[in-house]
């Protein structure tokens, strides 16, 4: 099963300072044919002028990650963490029973963009807990968020693991459907540069796709490619 989601089909909204694609309901997008792909429920796609950002505001029992393609966030929360993420890094954050967060554009004059992620957790009221890290990319596939938080991998409250693929112009990546224990399992797919061929489609920066239960999964960079690639549970 495939499920495609163009980025010129995303939900959007435009407040001036930002401008955000909503690959799936948010906010004042609302979709019942667009609610999430498994337990992934949030990508926006959202770019932050200079100077701007999301002031002080609260979240419970979500597991959420930012991942940052262009200038650096600036992260303060109600444990006390006062951070900044820049391109390339990955932040993760446990929202468990509660936790007050603000995020910021950290230039005052260059755009913030960067991808904000949610994944619903397994575990309902955790002690809140936070991370980012800069991890290197080691060959096509590279864990950035596991559930085990393995190698050097984030590690969340959520039977899902996030992956960052770079292939170049033309390389190919073969990619099982199932788990270690040959069991089917859910993937998305979000293109954040470059563009790809999946089962015959072309996917380009902003595009998603969504597969279940594929037992091989053949990827082709058309152009140098930067994406996302989620190992979710099965969708039933």
């Known amino acids: 099963m495939f499920y495609v989601r163009k980025a010129n089909q995303r939900g959007h ?16 997008y609302y979709d019942p044919k667009h609610m999430g792909f498994s337990n992934l429920r949030v990508i926006n796609d959202d770019t ?16 959420i990650i930012s991942y940052v393609t262009q200038g650096h966030i600036v992260h303060k929360d109600s444990m006390g963490n006062h951070f900044t993420i820049p391109a390339g890094d990955v932040q993760r954050m446990s ?5 007050m967060h603000s995020e910021f554009n950290g230039s005052e004059t260059d755009d913030l963009k960067f991808l904000q992620i949610w994944i619903q957790p397994n575990a309902r009221n955790v002690k809140p807990s936070y991370e980012q890290a800069t991890i290197a990319q080691e060959g096509p596939l590279t864990a950035l968020i596991t559930p085990n ?14 992956f960052r693929i770079q292939l170049p112009a033309s390389e190919t990546l073969k990619l099982n459907g199932h788990n270690a224990q040959g069991q089917k399992r859910s993937q998305y797919l979000h293109v ?44 039933q």
């Open 13 to 28: 909204a435009n407040f001036g300072w930002l401008n955000s694609f909503h690959s799936f309901s948010f906010g004042q």
């Open 149 to 162: 938080g393995d190698g050097n991998s984030l590690a969340i409250h959520a039977d899902a693991s996030l």
């Open 192 to 235: 954040v540069k470059g563009s790809l061929e999946v089962n015959g489609e072309v996917f380009t920066a902003g595009d998603g796709v969504g597969m279940v239960d594929e037992g091989e999964i053949n990827l082709v960079a058309k152009h140098e490619l930067e994406a996302l690639w989620f190992d979710l549970p099965a969708i």
């Open 95 to 99: 929202a468990g029973t509660g936790i």
């Open 48 to 63: 932050v002028t200079g100077g701007m950002g999301f002031g002080a505001h609260g979240h419970d029992n979500m597991e």
